[in-house]
């Protein structure tokens, strides 16, 4: 009894600490005040690390229990940021503490087998957190992704709510990310989303009338307000056609450049360590290269890149094992998604509660299988 009254200690006190640290975090992501260049690209890892030692205090009293599913991911993380840094460092970027940060501190604090128990209340503050900068609220691309993220993540818990829950949480969520304007996002969400709506009746043995009678509806309201902000829908989603030219096939001019970007990157930009984390400003003019993949072969070259795509692979491969568990589905979906064309990923960016969940939710994917039991040390 008192040991289950620790624990709900613990995660009170987690959750009142993270959601002022991520409400600040919040503010540094939007770059309210000018803080990214305050604080200065290179040194953004600065908070995650704040942020690690923080998680650090309710995590160390545990024993940390390796299984060989979790030293293989640690191998593979270990060679991934072991390519990063020889890259960072042979371009004068590297930093030593940064290195700690991500080869030795983030797998002792959030591959420990109690970050599990953790879960629930990280994603909480986060979605509080969230909200009180719904007053800024305008088409806006990093705000837009702050909420498709901790949305997305949020309907793995919401689709075991009645009907009626599920709907007004799906439709308030559209709506917001209509008003961002951001394709990404809105493409994000009408993917997931349709896909549950596919999946629920696939999985459903006997389709009652009036299940499928609540999904017209449900389609209906969307639609209406789909119509009601038509002109929002319409200039996030088809606003860059009116600058495509058919005849010369200008795919760029629908990628906002994206494309030319990327096509530089790999005629040009590609070696075995990168061009280092100032490639793109030097090269394009923006910080980064508004993906996962070309930011990774343009920064940190192909070896990086190459073990990136691995450890992106692994986690698929035990999220679709562990594809029961909806909260670890709907998350990676909408991260790896969203970094088609935006860069998200944890390292040299200010995506920080995006990166903090991408954390705390690979280590309990790691730490799912029923025969690891958390133990005090």
């Known amino acids: 009894m008192i040991m289950l009254s620790k624990n709900k200690l613990d995660k009170q006190i987690l959750f009142i600490l993270f959601s002022g640290c991520f409400l600040v975090s919040n503010g540094i992501t939007l770059n309210l005040s000018n803080l990214h260049q305050r604080i200065g690209n290179e040194n953004s890892w600065i908070v995650l690390f704040f942020l690690t030692l923080i998680t650090m205090l309710f995590t160390i009293r545990y024993k940390f229990v390796f299984t060989k599913k979790k030293l293989l991911f640690l191998v593979i993380w270990e060679l991934f940021l072991l390519s990063v840094n020889i890259s960072k460092y042979l371009h ?8 700690l940060l991500y080869a030795i501190l983030v797998p002792m604090v959030f591959l420990n087998s109690s970050i599990i128990r953790y879960r629930e209340t990280f994603i909480v503050a986060i979605f509080i957190s969230v909200l009180p900068y719904f007053y800024l609220f305008a088409p806006w691309n990093t705000l837009a ?3 498709t993220i901790i949305g997305v993540t949020g309907l793995a818990f919401i689709v075991k709510k009645r009907p009626f829950v599920q709907y007004s949480y799906i439709i308030i969520f559209f709506l917001l990310i209509f008003l961002t304007e951001h394709r990404t996002s809105i493409i994000t969400l009408i993917i997931i989303i349709f896909s549950t709506i596919f999946i629920k009746v696939y999985k459903t043995k006997i389709v009652k009338y009036i299940d ?8 209906i309201i969307v639609a209406c307000f789909a119509y009601l902000f038509y002109d929002n829908v319409l200039n996030a989603l088809l606003n860059k056609w009116s ?5 010369t096939s200008d795919i760029a001019s629908l990628s906002s450049g994206r494309t030319d970007m990327w096509e530089t990157v790999i005629k040009s930009g590609t070696s075995l360590l990168g061009n ?4 793109f400003n030097h090269t394009f003019g923006i910080y980064h290269a508004h993906n996962h993949v070309f930011q990774i072969l343009g920064a940190y070259g192909i070896l990086s890149l190459f073990f990136f795509l691995i450890l992106v692979i692994f986690i698929l491969l035990e999220v679709f094992k562990h594809r029961n568990k909806l909260v670890y589905v709907y998350f990676f979906s909408a991260y790896f998604i969203v970094g088609l064309t935006e860069y998200i990923f944890f390292i040299n960016t200010f995506f920080i509660y995006p990166s903090i969940l991408f954390f705390v939710l690979v280590g309990s994917l790691f730490n799912e299988k029923r025969d690891i039991k958390v133990k005090c040390s």
Do not use: R
């Not at 499928?212 to 389609?219: A, C, E, H, S």
């Not at 600058?243 to 005849?247: E, I, L, M, R, T």
């Open 92 to 99: 004068n970027e590297f930093s030593i503490l940064e290195f």
């Open 145 to 147: 992704i702050l909420i």
């Open 212 to 219: 499928i009678l609540k999904m017209l509806i449900f389609l």
């Open 243 to 247: 600058s495509y030219n058919a005849q």
């Open 276 to 279: 280092g984390e100032t490639y």
